[in-house]
């Protein structure tokens, strides 16, 4: 047998693995509050969509995602060529990075973001430049501003931002983009805004109107419940679109995700009422923590962002799990001393409180 291996390339050490949230050996039924889901399965009419589209499965999914960039086109009012799709908002992220990046270019982002962002640069061989959150943990547009040069390809802002739930007024980001150079793409991660109540969700597209270097990353995978199913889009210049389908793979977006989100998009009325169910759960979770001595950073998205303290994080977050409540550490997302958990229905978030003082009790007790 020969001895040699085969060889994968050095910067994949780099690229860091998606951390799995542990559920344990749990006898009852689990509560997953650890990956910004929705609690709530698919509208019917949408798993009708699912079960009609069954059959064709036979057939090649249409790789140009006619009926579902047409609907999110009539949605928006936003022209057909400039409307991107993907396998989750993921795919075009890591398409985007492949179409622009590469050894010598950079990349901004603020600090702790969305998990995903770090591979794009690790993948292209691009240097990552990152701006700490401020105190509030916000961004900090005119931080991230100073760290714009000519290398810079693509910023990146997420808003609201995951793991730390703020979210950004539109004027700011507006000002922001004005303030860069026109070579610099920013991609504004709006996979949440759905759940931001600072002003209308859809405000921030007339910005695609004012700014040729701006592209809106939206998903199927969060208000509309789709996460498993995979589908993400992109709003912004035609150029942006072409590049994305370029390099990733022509059937990307499956038969059944496309039909999937293609119905799901029509249901406008049942994104409000999840919208309007979430945010009750926020408020009233907000309390319940704040109640605990527990602060959180302003959250305008599905999750809370809860600061610990004196508290260590890792056997609460053991103790939770134990308990069948599952949420996410902040030492995995980037910033110890946190923890990220995500609403559930009212049943699922009680569970959760009732979980925690069990496990600071028990603490506190010992
Ligand atoms: C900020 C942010 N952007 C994008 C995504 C990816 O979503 P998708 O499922 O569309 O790939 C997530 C998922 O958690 C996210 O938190």
Not at 217 to 245: I, N, Q
Not at 261 to 284: F, G, M, N, P
Not at 303 to 311: K, M, P, T
Request: aromatic letters at 6%; charged letters at 20%.
């Amino acid at each position: 047998m020969t001895t040699t291996r085969p060889e994968f390339i050095d910067r994949l050490r780099d690229i860091p693995l998606y951390p799995a949230a542990s559920t344990y050996e749990f006898g009852g039924e689990l509560v997953k509050l650890a990956s910004n889901e929705t609690p709530w399965s698919p509208h019917p009419a949408v798993l009708e969509a699912i079960r009609a589209a069954l059959p064709t499965l036979n057939r090649y999914p249409d790789p140009s995602n006619s009926v579902l960039r047409r609907r999110i086109s009539e949605r928006y009012g936003f022209p057909l060529g400039g409307v991107a799709t993907g396998n989750g908002s993921c795919e075009i992220l890591l398409a985007a990075a492949e179409a622009m990046l590469e050894p010598g270019a950079e990349i901004v982002y603020a600090w702790p973001s969305f998990s995903m962002y770090p591979h794009l640069a690790a993948m292209t061989g691009a240097r990552a430049v990152t701006v700490p959150l401020d105190l509030h943990a916000r961004h900090d547009l005119e931080a991230m501003a100073r760290e714009v040069t000519v290398a810079t390809r693509i910023v990146l802002l997420c808003s609201p931002n995951n793991p730390t739930a703020t979210a950004m007024a539109v004027d700011e980001i507006d000002a922001f983009v004005s303030s860069l150079p026109g070579h610099v793409l920013v991609i504004l991660d709006e996979a949440y805004v759905e759940f931001q109540t600072l002003q209308d969700p859809d405000v921030s597209l007339a910005l695609l109107e004012r700014h040729r270097n701006l592209v809106i990353l939206r998903t199927f995978s969060k208000v509309y419940g789709l996460c498993g199913l995979r589908v993400g889009y992109a709003l912004g210049p035609e150029d942006f679109r072409l590049a994305v389908d370029r390099v990733r793979q022509p059937f990307s977006v499956n038969a059944l995700a496309q039909a999937a989100a293609a119905e799901a998009i029509l249901h406008q009325d049942e994104v409000a009422s999840r919208v309007e169910r979430t945010v009750a759960e926020r408020l009233w979770m907000g309390e319940e923590l704040r109640a605990r001595g527990l602060a959180t950073s302003a959250s305008e998205a599905n999750f809370a962002w809860v600061e610990l303290g004196q508290i260590d994080e890792e056997p609460l977050v053991d103790a939770l799990a134990r308990q069948g409540v599952i949420v996410r550490a902040g030492a995995a997302l980037g910033d110890p001393g946190h923890l990220r958990v995500t609403y559930g229905t009212r049943s699922e978030n009680e569970r959760f409180l009732s979980a925690l003082d069990g496990a600071l009790g028990a603490k506190s007790g010992s």
